[in-house]
């Protein structure tokens, strides 16, 4: 079984400060992992995912994400944010011979002016 | 990438009516499709799986025949509310994976809001 966990169901950061946004995940296998994006009143978008190449995955929008083993950890970062980034963000993980995705709860990311 | 479209994007219904939400692979082959199911301000629920040819399977608490879907081509999968509720309104996203490959990235359709009164 595998499961997704987000910290933190809201995050707000100034514009053009740090984000990060944080997912970590329990499986049994060597999961593939995914960041989606959602916006109000809309399906998810890929930002990004990692599928056991690299460990550091650039994403669309300037976001990139770690994969780290031994934190169990697939955290969401951006050096600086923009207005636009504001949005629900969705960390979720599958893993070999699982056909089902597995999301975390989700995290709203608001950015202040 | 890869596109995913559903329709409606919006639809109210009767309580006691059935309706139909479509799901569209536009420009590739899914052998596999995914309905999901979203309440505000929550994470996406996953109701089953679509399998193209075969019967869906069905998450554990998601009824079978009020949920009907049915995936007659690699491309066009469909689920039918029927006789809707109140309470089954909802968002619902559907989702297709290009190839089989666990890792290879899913893509979601822009979601159809369902509201019955």
């Known amino acids: 079984a595998q499961s997704v966990t987000q910290l933190g169901s809201h995050v707000s950061v100034s514009e053009g400060a740090l984000v990060l946004l944080r997912c970590n995940y329990s499986?049994?296998?060597?999961?593939?992992l995914f960041w989606y994006v959602q916006y109000p009143n809309q399906g998810l978008q890929l930002l990004l995912k990692?599928?056991?190449?690299?460990?550091l995955v650039k994403g669309i929008n300037g976001f990139e994400a770690e994969f780290k083993k031994s934190e169990t950890s697939f955290h969401l970062t951006k050096p600086s944010a923009h207005m636009s980034d504001a949005a629900e963000y969705f960390c979720?993980?599958?893993?070999?011979?699982?056909?089902?995705?597995?999301f975390g709860t989700g995290t709203k990311l608001q950015v202040i002016p | 990438g890869a596109v995913v479209s559903q329709h409606p994007s919006r639809v109210i219904c009767k309580s006691g009516t059935s309706v139909k939400i479509e799901c569209r692979s536009l420009?590739?082959?899914?052998?596999?499709m995914f309905w999901y199911r979203q309440f505000p301000k929550q994470s996406l629920m996953l109701m089953a799986t679509?399998?193209?040819?075969?019967?869906?399977?069905?998450e554990q608490g998601v009824e079978k025949d009020k949920f009907l879907i049915n995936h007659a081509s690699l491309t066009l999968s469909t689920l039918t509310v029927t006789s809707a509720h109140p309470e089954d309104s909802s968002f619902y996203i559907c989702?297709?994976?290009?190839?089989?490959?666990?890792?290879?990235?899913?893509?979601f359709g822009e979601g159809s809001w369902l509201t019955v009164v």
């Open positions: 989702s297709a994976r290009v190839g089989d490959s666990p890792g290879n990235t899913i893509y």
């Open positions: 679509s399998n193209e040819g075969s019967k869906a399977t069905y």
């Open positions: 979720a993980a599958t893993s070999g011979g699982y056909q089902k995705v597995t």
């Open positions: 990692y599928t056991s190449a690299a460990t």
């Open positions: 420009d590739f082959q899914a052998t596999t």
């Open positions: 499986s049994s296998v060597p999961p593939y």
